[in-house]
C-alpha cells in the first residue's frame, strides 16, 4: 500500500529530473574544479552520457539508484504498489544500459558509471569525496574500458 495519495504520488514522479540533477550538478562542479572540460548531454555519444570528456574520449553517466536498479542499494528499492508496472520499468531501464555499454565499447568510448548513494557519501564525508575523485582522475588517464563508482 503507498502511504501517500495517487495525486501527491503523480506529483513526487513529475518532479523528478533526466538532466541537470543535484548529483550531477555536484560532480559537474568537482571536475570543473580540478580543470576538466566537458561536453553536457553529448547525442553524438551513445547514451547521451550526462557528461562527455572528448580529451579522454569518456562518458560519464551518473545513475540514480533507484532507476538504474543498484545493486544491493537501499535506495533501489521497489515500491509496494503496481509491482508488475514498476519491475517491467526497471527491466527495460536495465536493457538499455546494457544496450549503451555494447554500443560505447563498439566505438572504443570509455566510460565511467558514478551512482548516486556515491555521490551522497561524498557530500558527506571529505575524504570519501577525495578517494573517489581520486580513481576517476585515475580512470581517466588509464587503459581501463570502464569503472562504476
Known amino acids: 500500500m503507498d502511504t501517500v495519495s495517487k495525486e501527491q504520488r503523480s506529483r513526487n514522479m513529475a518532479a523528478i529530473q533526466s538532466k541537470n540533477t543535484r548529483p550531477e550538478i555536484y560532480l559537474r562542479k568537482l571536475l570543473f574544479a580540478r580543470g576538466y572540460r566537458y561536453g553536457l548531454n553529448s547525442k553524438s555519444v551513445p547514451g547521451h552520457p550526462d557528461l562527455y570528456l572528448r580529451k579522454y574520449n569518456t562518458a560519464i553517466f551518473v545513475h540514480g539508484c533507484y532507476w538504474h ?3 544491493g542499494c537501499k535506495y533501489a528499492y521497489t515500491p509496494k504498489s503496481r509491482m508488475e ?3 517491467k520499468k526497471f ?3 536495465q536493457r538499455r544500459d546494457v544496450v ?3 554500443e560505447l565499447a563498439e566505438r572504443n568510448v570509455k566510460y565511467a ?5 556515491t555521490i551522497k557519501k ?3 564525508d571529505s575524504q570519501e569525496k577525495e578517494h573517489i575523485m581520486g580513481k ?7 587503459a581501463e574500458k570502464s569503472v562504476e563508482l
Not at 558509471?113 to 548513494?117: L, M, P
Open 69 to 71: 536498479r543498484h545493486e
Open 85 to 87: 508496472f514498476w519491475e
Open 91 to 93: 527491466a527495460a531501464n
Open 100 to 102: 549503451v555499454r555494447r
Open 113 to 117: 558509471i558514478v551512482w548516486e548513494c
Open 122 to 124: 561524498m557530500e558527506k
Open 136 to 142: 576517476l582522475e585515475n580512470f581517466l588517464i588509464s
